[in-house]
C-alpha cells in the first residue's frame, strides 16, 4: 500500500511533497491519441515496507559534511530580513520572496538582492512525521553546489518556525512555462534535459539520488537556465533503498515493486520528463494512482507522430523497465547519456559554463519581480514570541 500526500499548493522550492503544485489541466498536443488534458495526482509520501510488509516512515538521514562558505558561517535571524511577496504555500507553511533589511549584509550573500525564505512550522513538521526529511533536506542542500542546483545559503530556527534562506529564482517554474506553451520543440526539450542530465550526474557523484524529478521543481533563473529544486525526497545512498515516495507518472517499476532502487530511478524520471516536454503529457497517465501505476508496468509507450526518431529512441532506453539495461545504469553511467544520438550537437562544456542561450529568456523587470509566480492572498504574518517555549529545538539541531 502507499500513502498520499495530502499537498495541494505550490511554491518557489517544495518539502517533502508539501509545496507541489496541485496541477491544473494542461491543453496538450493535438497528436492522434493524445489526451486533451492532464491533471497529476498528488505525490507519494515517504514510507518503507518492512520485512513483514508493514508500512512504516523511513528514517532518512545525509551523513555529509556541510559545506560553510564565508556568507553563511554568522548566524541570520528572521529581523534580518524583510518578508515581501509570497511564492507558495503549503501544509507546513510558505515561501516568501525576502530581503536583507541591512545593505550592508548584501556582501555576506554573494551581492543577492532577494532570496526564497522558506517558513517552517514546527508544529506541523512533527505532526505528520517530517522531521527527518527536513533535516536531511536541508543536509544535502548545504553539501551540493552546482550550477544547475538551487543554493541555499542559510538556516535557523526560533520557538515557532524552522527558516530557509534560498536562492531566488526569478524566472519560476519550468512546469508553468510548459503549461503555457502546450508542448516544447525538440531543440527546447534537448537543451532542459542536457542542463538536467548533468545536474544528475553531479549529484549521483555525490552518492545522491534525486528522486522527484519533473517539471514543477524545475526553475528556470533571468537568462532562462535551469535549477532543481525541492530535495525533500533527495537521498544520499550507498546501495539501495526501500522508500516509496516520488510523484506517481515518474516512478520507477522497481519502487512500485518494492524491489529496491537507486540511482537509475533519475535516468527512468529523466525519460519521463524528455516525453512530457515533448508531448505535453507524461507517458503514463491515470486519475487514479494505481492506474498510473499498472501503465507503467505494462510499459506500452504511444509516441505522438511529432516525435523526433533520436528523441523516441533515448525516451526508450531511459524508460528501460530492467534497470540493469536502463541507459545512465550501464558501464559508460552519464557519459552513455550524453552520448546518445539525440544529444550529437550539444557543446556539454559550453552548456555547463552556461554559454549556451536559453530557449526562454523570463521576462524580468527588477531583481524582486514576482510576475512569473502565481500570486497569493498575503495574510498578516505575526512575528514569533521570542520568549515562547521550544519544545522541538532538540529535533532540529543541525538548523
Known amino acids: 500500500m502507499v500513502a498520499t500526500s495530502t499537498a495541494n499548493t505550490a511554491g518557489h522550492t517544495g518539502v517533502n511533497g508539501q509545496w507541489r503544485n496541485d496541477r491544473p489541466n494542461t491543453s496538450a498536443s493535438s497528436a492522434p491519441g493524445s489526451p486533451q488534458s492532464f491533471r497529476r495526482p498528488p505525490p507519494t509520501a515517504h514510507a518503507t515496507t ?3 510488509g508493514e508500512v512504516m516512515l523511513e528514517t532518512a538521514s545525509a551523513a555529509q559534511t556541510p559545506i560553510s562558505p564565508s556568507w553563511a558561517r554568522d548566524k541570520c535571524r528572521l529581523a534580518d530580513f524583510s518578508l515581501l511577496d509570497t511564492l507558495g504555500t503549503g501544509t507546513f507553511g510558505r515561501v516568501f520572496l525576502a530581503r536583507p533589511r541591512d545593505k550592508g549584509q548584501l556582501q555576506l550573500y554573494e551581492e543577492q538582492q532577494f532570496f526564497a525564505m ?49 536562492e531566488y529564482v526569478i524566472g519560476g517554474e ?3 512555462h510548459l ?11 534537448k537543451f532542459y534535459a542536457a542542463e538536467i542530465v548533468l545536474a544528475v550526474e553531479y549529484l549521483h557523484s555525490q552518492n545522491i539520488i534525486y528522486r522527484d524529478l519533473k517539471p514543477e521543481n524545475l526553475l528556470l533563473d533571468h537568462n532562462g537556465h535551469v535549477k532543481i529544486t525541492d530535495f525533500g525526497f533527495a537521498k544520499k545512498v550507498d546501495e539501495r533503498t526501500w522508500t516509496l515516495c516520488g510523484t506517481p507518472e515518474y516512478l520507477a517499476p522497481e519502487i512500485i515493486q518494492s524491489k529496491g532502487h537507486g540511482k537509475p530511478v533519475d535516468w527512468w524520471a529523466l525519460g519521463i520528463l ?56 550501464l558501464r559508460g553511467g552519464a557519459e552513455d547519456v550524453r552520448r546518445h544520438k539525440w544529444f550529437r550537437d550539444v557543446d556539454w562544456d559550453a552548456l555547463l559554463r552556461r554559454a549556451v542561450r536559453a530557449p526562454i529568456v523570463p521576462n524580468c523587470r527588477h531583481p524582486g519581480d514576482t510576475s512569473n509566480f502565481e500570486k497569493y492572498p498575503e495574510p498578516p504574518y505575526q512575528t514569533p514570541d521570542p520568549h515562547a517555549p521550544d519544545p522541538f529545538r532538540h529535533l532540529f539541531r543541525e538548523f
Open 50 to 52: 518492512s520485512g513483514r
Open 118 to 166: 522558506k517558513v517552517l512550522k514546527k508544529v506541523e513538521v512533527v505532526k505528520l512525521k517530517q522531521v527527518e526529511h527536513i533535516n536531511s533536506e536541508k543536509a544535502i542542500l548545504s553539501c551540493v553546489r552546482h550550477p544547475f542546483i538551487v543554493n541555499l545559503y542559510a538556516t535557523f530556527q526560533d520557538s515557532t518556525n524552522l527558516y530557509m534562506l534560498m
Open 174 to 176: 519550468l512546469f508553468s
Open 179 to 189: 503549461r503555457r506553451a502546450g508542448r516544447f520543440t525538440n531543440e527546447m526539450t
Open 274 to 329: 524528455i516525453f512530457e516536454m515533448l508531448a505535453g503529457y507524461p507517458p503514463f497517465f491515470d486519475d487514479n494512482p494505481f492506474g498510473i501505476y499498472e501503465k507503467i508496468l505494462a510499459g506500452r509507450i504511444q509516441f505522438p507522430a511529432h516525435f523526433d526518431l533520436a528523441a523516441k529512441d533515448i525516451v526508450k532506453r531511459l524508460l528501460t523497465a530492467d534497470r540493469t539495461k536502463r541507459l545512465g545504469n
